[in-house]
């Protein structure tokens, strides 16, 4: 029902922002690396 395709939603959309935050680190942490050395 709702209800369950409402949970579904949720845990897809934690799952795009966790993937979208390590993308992130990823592509931030080298530029930091890069100006401190």
């Known amino acids: 029902g709702n209800g369950t395709d409402y949970?579904?939603?949720i845990e897809q959309q934690a799952k795009l922002t966790e993937k979208h935050e390590?993308?992130?680190k990823q592509q931030t942490t080298?530029?930091?690396d890069l100006v401190e050395s």
Do not use: G
């Open 30 to 32: 080298p530029a930091k």
């Open 7 to 9: 949970m579904e939603t």
């Open 22 to 24: 390590m993308i992130i």
